[in-house]
């Protein structure tokens, strides 16, 4: 359709559209319109200015229809393109854990419940038991068969912050990480660390059972004879829990729900 | 209608939105706007009462719409594209579409008995009534068509911008518009 189609048809209309052009003349609004609308406005609600509105008008959003749409699309593949992000946000919200580290939880976890009966195998008297302590922390490094190796953390000047931590065969970069990040921190000094090595706290775990929410309860013998049940979250290796226990092998929790 | 003089109207109108006071920017906008919109109301609805009924409607409307007004838009086109969903929403209203099948029999039954064929086809009066009732008996999607771009002067482009379609369809529509007016008017090309 051209423009001359339209100019076509209004030269043939000319005198119908000057009558057009004149109709709003022909009808006017009683005096007390105005009067009459602002009261139903004084009525209502004041509008006011929400999120969606700022969104909606905002400058960098494009006039042209067809540039909007496009803008549309490709905001909507954005918010789409990003629900793995979300995904792992709320994963680490729930978790507890920072978001950087889902992975590594999830690594973690893994390798609790691959190596779980040979955790609660751990023994001070046994070959795979290596216990190193300098002036900072007790470090027992228990080698599983899988090749998997559970190293335990305890700072001296804060226990309470022992950490438990699976360095696994399979998954080489964590491995390093965890490697990496725990040998610089707490066993900075290599050296007396190799020569020196003296009593260290865990010696024997006597009994360890799963708790929900991916937790585990253990009770513990340390080398000074005392026993201890903890808690363990699975994903980052933190004690949740402890407490003060008496050293019976047969842990009543193990058939009592905790 | 001379839209210049408009023009103080909406710039002030969008000052008091971008300040934020609605109700200021509301009392600007009807004290500009209220003859036109009256006027397009009781063309589109046939009746002069619920003309302005329906346009005391649309100012209401634009009142709550006010906050998500996009500056870059004029003025006078969104308040159009306003009234226009508020007449057709009034039309759709089944008392009203009998109100307007009422007064459509009678603009046709005044066209045949009141205006008669050799009526002075170039007095402005006679013409200006004749088209009125014409205007009723088109398509409401024409009506309102041929009111926003004659009327108002309303571009092609805001017009195809408002009925979210493409320049062309709002040509055609147009075209189509005016023929079935003429149509109806009689004055057809044969």
């Known amino acids: 359709m051209r423009n001359d189609e339209i100019a076509k048809q209004e030269a043939a209309a000319r005198e119908l559209l000057q009558a057009l052009t004149r109709l709003s003349r022909d009808v006017h609004a009683s005096p007390d319109f105005l009067a009459q609308v602002m009261a139903r406005a004084d009525a209502m609600p004041q509008p006011r200015r929400r999120l969606r509105h700022w969104l909606a008008v905002g400058a960098w959003w494009p006039d042209a229809p067809v540039l909007r749409w496009g803008a549309a699309v490709v905001f909507f593949f954005a918010l789409i393109g990003a629900i793995p992000q979300y995904a792992t946000w709320i994963t680490a919200y729930i978790w507890d854990i920072p978001a950087a580290t889902i992975h590594e939880a999830r690594v973690q976890h893994h390798l609790w419940k691959k190596n779980f009966a040979c955790a609660t195998q751990l023994d001070g008297n046994a070959s795979n038991y290596v216990a190193l302590t300098n002036e900072h922390a007790n470090v027992v490094v228990w080698t599983c068969p899988s090749g998997d190796v559970l190293v335990t953390i305890q700072p001296l000047k804060a226990p309470a912050a022992q950490r438990y931590v699976w360095i696994g065969l399979e998954d080489a970069a964590v491995a390093e990480q965890r490697a990496a990040a725990f040998v610089s921190e707490a066993l900075a000094a290599e050296k007396s660390l190799r020569s020196e090595q003296r009593a260290v706290p865990v010696v024997r775990v006597l009994c360890q059972r799963w708790l929900p929410k991916h937790l585990i309860k253990r009770r513990v013998k340390f080398s000074d004879g005392r026993c201890q049940d903890e808690v363990i979250n699975s994903r980052n290796g933190k004690i949740t829990q402890r407490e003060e226990a008496t050293c019976e092998a047969a842990c009543e929790w193990l058939v009592k729900k905790p | ?190």
């Not at chain 2, 996009?70 to 929403?89: G, P, Y």
């Not at chain 2, 089944?94 to 008669?116: D, F, G, K, Y």
Request: charged share 25%.
């Open chain 2, 1 to 190: 209608m001379d839209w210049s003089q408009h023009k103080a109207c909406d710039e002030a109108v969008q000052r008091e939105i971008a300040r934020g006071d609605f109700r200021r920017a509301l009392e600007v906008l009807v004290h500009g706007y209220q003859h036109f919109i009256v006027s397009f109301c009781t063309h589109m609805l046939g009746e002069t009462a619920q003309g302005e009924e329906v346009a005391q409607n649309v100012f209401l409307a634009a009142y709550n719409a006010m906050p998500a007004f996009r500056q870059q838009a004029a003025v006078r086109t969104w308040l159009l594209a306003i009234a226009r969903r508020q007449c057709f929403k009034a039309l759709r209203d089944s008392q009203r579409r009998r109100h307007l099948e009422q007064a459509q029999r009678n603009a046709i039954a005044t066209a045949v008995h009141c205006v008669p064929p050799t009526s002075p086809e170039h007095d402005p009066e006679v013409q200006l009534r004749r088209v009125r009732q014409s205007l009723l008996q088109l398509d409401q999607e024409e009506r309102a068509l041929l009111m926003m771009r004659y009327d108002a002067d309303v571009s092609l482009a805001d017009i195809a911008v408002m009925l979210r379609i493409s320049p062309a369809s709002a040509r055609r529509r147009l075209v189509r518009a005016l023929r079935h007016l003429r149509e109806v008017l009689g004055d057809a090309e044969r």
